[in-house]
């Protein structure tokens, strides 16, 4: 019979206060945490993007600050959830100083516990783990909704490819900043 785990414990603001390309391949192998409705939702991460601010012409921070836009320019450490094509919510992790408004997207998550359908690509991730709107702005260094280290670290191998669907922004859209795990079947575009 497998231990009681205690609940997990959120990763400092520090740890987002960094580079965005060190924080998003940090990320990789991380939990993902959501409890909510009584349940502990938690998926490891496996496939993230980096934006890197406002002159990156793929992040949504290249437009300036905007309502849609005012959690990605900080402080590091808060959840910039967003809906895309009026469907589907997509969640982002804040990095680096306030004001600077760079952003990991996480695209993919590996099911651990209590989630409910499909976890590769941004908009399923959410949906399996009841990430939504309400959300947007969330501190990620709380308890309830956070990211955590995992119980017990594995060494990983980092795959290093363009983005996926940024073909507007130009030299942008060929810049190598999606990271995944190599070989993990939850990644949502190999």
């Not at 991460?45 to 990605?72: K, N």
């Not at 967003?82 to 680096?96: D, F, I």
């Not at 991730?125 to 702005?137: E, S, V, Y």
Request: aromatic share 6%.
């Amino acid at each position: 019979m497998a231990p009681n785990h205690p609940r997990s414990k959120a990763l400092p603001r520090a740890f987002y206060d960094r580079d965005t390309v060190a924080v998003a391949k940090d990320l990789l192998g991380k939990q993902l945490v959501h409890v909510s409705g009584g349940a502990e939702r938690i998926g490891r991460i496996v496939e993230v993007e980096a934006y890197l601010g406002p002159h990156d012409l793929a992040s949504h921070s290249s437009r300036g600050l905007t309502a849609r836009t005012r959690v990605m320019f900080g402080p590091p450490g808060h959840a910039y959830v967003y809906m895309v094509y009026g469907l589907h919510c997509c969640m982002n992790v804040v990095t680096e100083r306030d004001g600077h408004a760079s952003a990991v997207l996480i695209r993919a998550v590996e099911p651990v516990k209590n989630t409910e359908g499909s976890t590769r690509g941004p908009g399923r991730l959410c949906k399996a783990m009841q990430i939504d709107r309400r959300l947007n702005g969330h501190d990620l260094t709380s308890d309830d909704f956070h990211i955590a280290d995992p119980p017990v670290p594995e060494p990983l191998s980092i795959v290093t490819k363009p983005r996926v669907g940024v073909d507007y922004a130009g030299r942008w859209a060929r810049r190598r900043l999606r990271f995944y795990i190599r070989g993990n079947p939850f990644v949502s575009k190999p």
